[in-house]
């Protein structure tokens, strides 16, 4: 089993920045990819960025250029440091967290962008 935690959310201004933090616990030695998805209201969860053990990354490309995931050297956490932050960024963001058996998710945290 899995757990994960997430912190970091918040309200920003429009063009500030925000950075996101995800642990995991109980089994992180099953843990190979972990990542961020979000989900604003009426909308799918959609990807956000996702990093595996090894350092490949992955990102959407509306957010290409201007977020950053990152993995802890003990790779069972992950950040993802968001700038120039709009109001589309604002969701539920979700920490993500892949094994064999199974993937598993945060509780999620919200993100608000005002203008």
Do not use: H
Request: hydrophobic share 30%.
């Amino acid at each position: 089993q899995v757990q994960l935690v997430e912190s970091g959310g918040g309200l920003v201004q429009a063009g500030g920045s925000l950075r996101l933090s995800c642990a995991a616990s109980g089994s992180t030695f099953s843990i190979n990819p972990m990542g961020w998805y979000r989900q604003a209201p009426g909308q799918q969860r959609e990807l956000v960025a996702t990093i595996t053990r090894g350092g490949n990354t992955n990102y959407a490309d509306s957010v290409k250029g201007r977020f950053t995931i990152s993995r802890g050297n003990a790779k069972n956490t992950v950040y993802l440091q968001m700038n120039s932050l709009n109001s589309e960024d604002t969701a539920v963001y979700y920490c993500y967290a892949g094994t064999y058996v199974r993937n598993y998710w945060g509780q999620g945290t919200q993100v608000t962008v005002s203008s």
